[in-house]
């Protein structure tokens, strides 16, 4: 079955760096791809979803890459801030199913 | 709106008790998961309705898990007997229909299973 790998698990950034999260999925049929928001305490909120491959989505402050030839995922949040600090996970479907195979999360944190 | 409503936030419960979660979803979805997050194991699904009607059981889960929705507009969890295995964070989610993915999170219920 569909596999999500993401790294780093943790990450620790200072206020105004960049911090980029992968995730690398192994299925072909994967189809539509998303980031959550995990903040202590609290269930995960959905930051984006895509589906066109190579397509760059921008969200506030952050960049989402999805690259179909190479079955890798990024997020990439331009210049962290505190309230960026958080557990982040991405997530794929297989074609267009309703079951979400999630990846292990990375733990962001941002130092102001 | 209201979001997803998860009752009680904090669970105690000592070996081979019956313990039951609750959940609300947001008004007017038609799909409801329940998820289990724990650090190892990361984010497992448990269970998933559409419109109602149970699509997914959890494979694996099946044995001592059991999710109902009696009416669109609350769903429940029940472990019988738990195990301290089974200690995590359970997580409520709904969609509305045709939202694939798009999940709407509940803040959860953690359970301690002593």
């Known amino acids: 079955g569909e596999q999500v790998e993401q790294r780093p698990p943790h990450l620790s950034v200072r206020e105004g760096d960049s911090a980029v999260i992968i995730c690398t999925y192994t299925?072909?049929?994967?189809?539509?791809f998303f980031w959550y928001k995990q903040e202590p305490g609290a269930g995960l909120q959905l930051l984006m979803k895509?589906?066109?491959?190579?397509e760059i989505n921008e969200g506030q402050g952050f960049t989402v890459l999805l690259n179909k030839k190479d079955k890798q995922l990024s997020l990439n949040l331009t210049a962290a801030h505190p309230g960026d600090s958080a557990v982040y996970f991405c997530?794929?479907?297989?074609?267009?199913?309703?079951?979400?195979?999630f990846g292990t999360g990375t733990s962001l944190l941002v130092d102001p | 709106d209201a979001g997803v409503t998860q009752t009680p936030r904090h669970e105690v419960a000592e070996k081979g008790q019956t313990i039951i979660l609750k959940c609300e979803p947001v008004?007017?979805?038609?799909?409801l998961f329940w998820y289990r997050q724990t650090k190892i194991q990361g984010l497992e699904l448990l269970s998933y309705?559409?419109?109602?009607?149970?699509?997914?059981d959890g494979g694996a889960f099946k044995d001592r898990f059991k999710a109902e929705m009696l009416n669109s507009s609350f769903s429940t969890l029940k472990i019988q007997p738990t195990e301290p295995k089974d200690s995590a964070v359970y997580l409520c989610?709904?969609?509305?229909?045709?939202?694939?993915?798009?999940?709407?999170f509940g803040e959860g219920s953690k359970l301690t299973v002593l």
């Open positions: 989610a709904s969609s509305p229909q045709g939202f694939t993915g798009q999940l709407y």
């Open positions: 299925d072909p049929n994967s189809y539509y």
């Open positions: 895509v589906f066109s491959s190579t």
């Open positions: 997530a794929v479907t297989i074609n267009m199913g309703y079951k979400l195979t």
């Open positions: 008004s007017g979805h038609n799909d």
């Open positions: 309705f559409r419109s109602k009607s149970l699509m997914e």
